[in-house]
């Protein structure tokens, strides 16, 4: 694991945790670390969260601090926002992203621009957390990855980290920030794998990718749900004689365009592999960063591998809907033969 | 409050009927009716647990326990009414007419289980907690405006009362003076919220005042007060008498979903001792029994029809094509987009061999 992408603070030993424990550590240490640090949302107290990702710290911190709110999204989110402009740091769950929509107001219209309103004289540093994204069988609605419509939102930091160890340290980061965050959760990762975690706080400073592996001939840009996908893809390139510089974005908004720029520049052939519907969508602007640092580089006209604009449909056809390695190596494949 | 709308109970626990007046409108044919409806839903959604245990099915919400208000008012329910369910709600679908095969269908993770059979007023399952309220407002305003004397029912549960749409629905109803009505079945618990953390209010047939429209408030485990509760909020909306507000006091034995355990937040034993006291199909057994009208043969076979009916629906479903994905880009719009239709293409060349 290289270093430089992160900080250290009092972190020495490590723990071996899923994706949603990590959340769940995260959560712990800022309540411990912080007295602001307030949780609010549907079920997360006595049930522990319909993923266990608040299990346990109701009954650690108590009723006041981890609080099981009336069914009411745009109910609790503005009350975040009142809270967090008087003091407090509100971490509010969306029980599935595909949920979300009752709050969007408060988000669009008071959390992402109190700041400018008032020139800074209110501000709303409060994370809102949510499990999004297909793959996992759940019923209709409970799959929508719509990252784009807050990407566009003025105002709101988008974060979404693939694995254990990013989840904690941004999360982390995501509370200390000033201003609003989402903190997108691929619901795909909550507990498909293990990973070295360490104890205590650290942080990984919002806004930076990571490179997962190094290659000359192809970059692979994918997040979330997707990074496991485009890594898949990656590999099996590699036994094809391709190699890919794959990169997990980690904050989707604001994008990492140094990093997208560097290695665009060097391999000249781009896949963006997105969850999301085509149109609008983040890849989009991951092509105008190209565009705009690095049009002379390029050897081939990017590939997206998205999901359609189609809702995202129900369970017995996401297998259709979702990008999967298969498409990605033949848009890879695309790519070097152009 | 709990004065002001006191539970209404047609039928006691043992089955003694409270309210003589109703005496007479307490028919054998009717008697029946509820109780086939009321074993079949049961067995339907026992059979719909032990499909998702087994993989057939998806995630799957149960509503054991919640049957009298389903099937008693979905009976009140005449053919051009409208029905707006939640993802809870096809005891009340399927007594209103819907089809098994479609019920399980959407389960199954396909939309076909959203489509109605033909000439059925029955809205897809509303997942999004609330927002059927105003589109049951809506579509009530829309049988006034056409002047014909349809109404709508819509249901959903006590934690949805506190989403912004069930109020606006309520107050939407009130200044169009909408004939619909607003089935609330108060099971208690919205997951793991149990309804005294979910509002103040002691009842939820009092969020009538506010909108000054009628409320009330009944055991919704007495299938006779559901069913004629129910009759008489529609005929008020039939006749303009605009909506009505029925709180339900009910309790779902089981978990809230197959993805669910209740053991996190409540004991189960609660659950138990319901069984024994409150059950729906208990208590109008006992009422049959008490007038001699309970045949074990008749029983015997009602069961043997619903085994019957549902493993044909069973049968059926698990014959149905697998799903097409043309189905995803086709009823996007009445005309695909130029967007759509090249995202088809690419996906079926990709399928060929192509890249998408
Ligand atoms: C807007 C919205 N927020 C959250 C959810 C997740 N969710 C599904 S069911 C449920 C509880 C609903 O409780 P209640 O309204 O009492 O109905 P019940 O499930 O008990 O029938 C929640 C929070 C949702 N479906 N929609």
Redo the contacts between chains.
């Keep these: 694991m290289g270093t430089g992408w992160y900080s250290m603070t009092t972190a020495v030993n490590t723990k071996t945790l899923t994706l949603v424990q990590a959340v769940n550590d995260a959560l712990r240490t800022m309540l411990h670390e912080r007295e602001d640090v307030i949780l609010l949302g ?2 997360i ?4 969260g ?1 993923f266990r990702a608040t299990d346990g710290l109701q009954a650690e911190f108590g009723e006041e601090r981890v609080i ?1 709110t ?6 609790f989110t503005g009350a975040a926002i009142g809270m967090a402009v008087n003091g407090f740091r509100p971490v509010v769950e969306i029980q599935f992203l ?2 979300i ?2 709050a969007y107001e408060q988000i669009m219209t008071h959390a992402a621009r109190i700041r400018s309103r008032t020139k800074g004289h209110f501000t709303v540093p409060m994370v809102i957390r949510a499990p999004y994204g297909a793959g996992v ?6 799959s929508d990855s719509t990252e784009a419509l807050f990407i566009h939102m003025p105002g709101i930091k988008v974060v979404c980290p693939s694995t254990p160890y990013d989840a904690k340290g941004l999360l982390i980061a995501a509370i200390e920030d000033p201003d609003p965050v989402l903190f997108l959760e691929p619901m795909r990762c909550y507990r498909a794998f293990r990973e070295e975690v360490p104890e205590g706080k650290y942080t990984i400073e919002i806004g930076k990718g990571k490179k997962l592996r190094e290659g000359d001939d192809v970059t692979v840009i994918a997040w979330g749900a997707m990074v496991p996908v485009a890594v898949k893809a990656a590999e099996e390139a590699e036994k094809k004689g391709i190699h890919a510089d794959v990169i997990d974005l980690r904050t989707l908004y604001p994008l990492d365009k140094d990093m997208i720029a560097e290695s665009v520049q060097k391999t000249g052939r781009t896949v963006i592999v997105q969850e999301a519907h ?2 609008g969508g983040l890849a989009n602007d991951i092509i105008a960063i190209i565009n705009d640092t690095s049009f002379l580089y390029q050897k081939a006209p990017v ?1 997206r ?1 998205s999901g ?4 995202v ?6 297998d ?2 979702l990008p999967t390695p298969e ?1 990605v190596l ?2 890879i ?2 790519v070097i033969q152009f | 409050m709990e004065q002001q709308f006191p539970m209404i109970q047609v039928m006691d626990y043992e089955g003694c009927i409270l309210m003589p007046e109703y005496r007479k409108k307490i028919t054998k044919e009717l008697v029946m009716a509820c109780y086939r409806h009321l074993i079949r839903t049961r067995m339907f959604d026992r059979k719909c647990v032990s499909l998702q245990r087994q993989g057939r099915i998806g995630t799957y919400a149960p509503y054991e326990g919640q049957e009298a208000c389903q099937v008693g008012s979905a009976l009140a329910l005449k053919e051009g009414d409208w029905l707006f369910p939640t993802y809870r709600d096809h005891g009340a679908t399927m007594t209103f007419g819907h089809s098994l095969k479609h019920i399980l269908l959407y389960w199954k993770g396909r939309n076909e289980g959203c489509i109605p059979p033909n000439g059925k007023k029955i809205f897809p399952p509303s997942v999004p907690i609330a927002t059927q309220l105003p589109h049951a407002a809506g579509a009530a305003y829309a049988e006034k405006r056409k002047g014909t004397m349809n109404a709508a029912i819509v249901y959903f549960g006590d934690g949805a009362t506190s989403e912004g749409d069930f109020h606006e629905g309520l107050n939407f109803a009130s200044v169009f003076h909408a004939p619909v009505v607003f089935f609330n079945q108060n099971n208690q618990y919205a997951i793991s919220v149990p309804i005294t953390r979910q509002m103040k209010t002691k009842t939820i047939a009092q969020k009538a005042l506010a909108y000054d429209i009628e409320g009330v408030r009944i055991d919704g485990n007495d299938i006779f007060a559901v069913y004629f509760e129910t009759e008489k909020a529609l005929e008020r909306a039939r006749n303009g008498g605009g909506p009505t507000l029925i709180e339900a006091v009910t309790w779902r034995y089981g978990a809230h979903t197959t993805a669910d355990d209740p053991t996190k937040y409540r004991d189960q034993e609660e659950s138990k001792r319901r069984r024994e006291t409150t059950d729906p199909i208990r208590r109008l057994e006992r009422f049959m029994k008490q007038e001699g009208w309970f045949d074990e043969e008749w029983v015997q076979n009602i069961q043997d029809e619903v085994t019957a009916e549902i493993d044909q629906a069973i049968m059926e479903v698990e014959r149905v094509p697998e799903a097409n994905p043309a189905d995803m880009f086709d009823y996007v719009f009445a005309e695909p987009t130029w967007t759509i239709e090249e995202q088809k293409k690419a996906y079926f060349a990709w399928e060929r061999g192509g890249t998408a």
């Design positions: 549907e079920d107290g006595q049930n522990g319909v099981d009336p069914l009411s999204e745009a109910g595909g949920f929509y009752p069988r759940a019923p209709e609605i409970h085509s149109t590939e591998v359609f604009d189609t809702p449909p129900f369970f017995a056809y996401e259709d809907y498409r033949r848009a494949d695309k």
